[in-house]
């Protein structure tokens, strides 16, 4: 029997001279047009003028992941959509990240642990923002995220008029440690339509004014979000799960399904599930587990005008009329 040697394909990109790991015949690819890049802060290779394309040699932070990213699509001539950022398991970033309008559309933001715990991201100070996200189509996954006091996670701008488009964006299987002292973990900004929020886990975001938020739209100057899913999450320990600022910027044509709502036992929450600020409302609700007081006064609220569809529920209050006695939700919360 001959045996004859394993012989690796030719390099995609050849290497260029004095950028670290850029001759790597590995990871460059996620998909057709995207490429891989992985910050790790703690790897002996790790340096701020690498490429960020070989593992042996990631970028110290995502920012500049990020910045990398943006470069290489305007050096390449090409879109670059579909990328992925690695965030090691082991990375503890403390940075407040921008992605701005002038990155590449639909990449990926990936923390490489195996469960929801890591990596362990904050924001560069206290009270700012983790993440923004100016332009569409990103994903964040299994990232964990950790709230200095009054500071925010990530937060979505689509601003009317302006570059900022950070519509149809998908967070998911991330969990969002508000430790008793975060604002808000996600924030809704301006109008962003068509974003999911699944299988993520929002705990103990509390400032002691009732303030803080798991998620809010905080403002719709022009609209409302639109289309958006929010499914399959763990909502508890919090000031507020999900509502918006002044109670007037809420969703549209929107999905919660699937869902749970604890109504707190070290931290009671005032507003459970509150959408009655939308312009059009027709939300629908279903399939959601809702703890405590099934109506306006435990914090549940439909929209006024065009309440939509909220049956099918699970509630544990059975002694309202909106809940039949097998406790399934029949009625919009009142």
């Not at 940075?95 to 590449?104: F, G, L, M, Q």
């Not at 519509?167 to 008793?180: A, E, K, P, S, V």
């Not at 320990?237 to 919660?256: A, D, P, R, T, Y």
């Not at 005032?270 to 629908?284: A, I, P, S, V, W």
Request: hydrophobic letters at 35%; a negative charge; aromatic letters at 10%.
């Amino acid at each position: 029997m001959v045996t004859l040697p394993q012989v690796r394909q030719a390099p995609w990109y050849p290497g260029q001279m004095g950028v670290s790991g850029s001759d790597v015949q590995r990871g460059l690819r996620w998909e057709p047009a995207g490429i891989v890049l992985y910050v790790d802060e703690n790897h002996p290779g790790a340096s701020a003028t690498a490429d960020g394309t070989d593992p042996e040699h990631p970028q110290t932070t995502i920012q500049q992941a990020i910045t990398n990213l943006t470069n290489f699509a305007t050096a390449m001539s090409c879109s670059l959509e579909g990328s992925v950022i690695v965030v090691a398991a082991e990375s503890t970033p403390a940075e407040s990240v921008i992605i701005p309008a002038t990155a590449p559309k639909n990449c990926t933001i990936l923390g490489a642990g195996d469960g929801i715990n890591c990596p362990a991201w904050t924001a560069a100070t206290a009270t700012g923002v983790a993440l923004t996200i100016r332009q569409q189509g990103w994903t964040v996954d299994h990232i964990l995220f950790r709230a200095g006091a009054g500071g925010q996670s990530i937060k979505l701008d689509w601003v009317p008029g302006s570059s900022y488009v950070g519509y149809r964006t998908t967070i998911q299987n991330c969990h969002f440690d508000g430790l008793w002292q975060g604002l808000y973990a996600i924030n809704l900004y301006g109008a962003p339509y068509d974003v999911v929020i699944r299988n993520n886990w929002f705990r103990e975001w509390r400032k002691g004014d009732t303030t803080a938020y798991a998620i809010i739209c905080t403002d719709s100057s022009t609209a409302n979000p639109y289309m958006c899913k929010i499914i399959g999450n763990w909502f508890e320990e919090n000031e507020n799960h999900i509502g918006s600022l002044g109670n007037n910027k809420s969703f549209n044509v929107s999905l919660f399904q699937g869902n749970t709502f604890h109504d707190g036992v070290l931290i009671t929450a005032t507003l459970m599930l509150d959408l009655r600020g939308g312009t059009q409302g027709e939300n629908t609700v279903t399939q959601n587990i809702f703890g405590g007081d099934y109506s306006n006064t435990g914090g549940y609220y439909a929209n006024a005008g065009n309440p939509g569809n909220w049956v099918g529920n699970i509630c544990e209050d059975v002694a309202e009329a909106e809940v039949a006695d097998n406790g399934f939700s029949v009625a919009v919360p009142a």
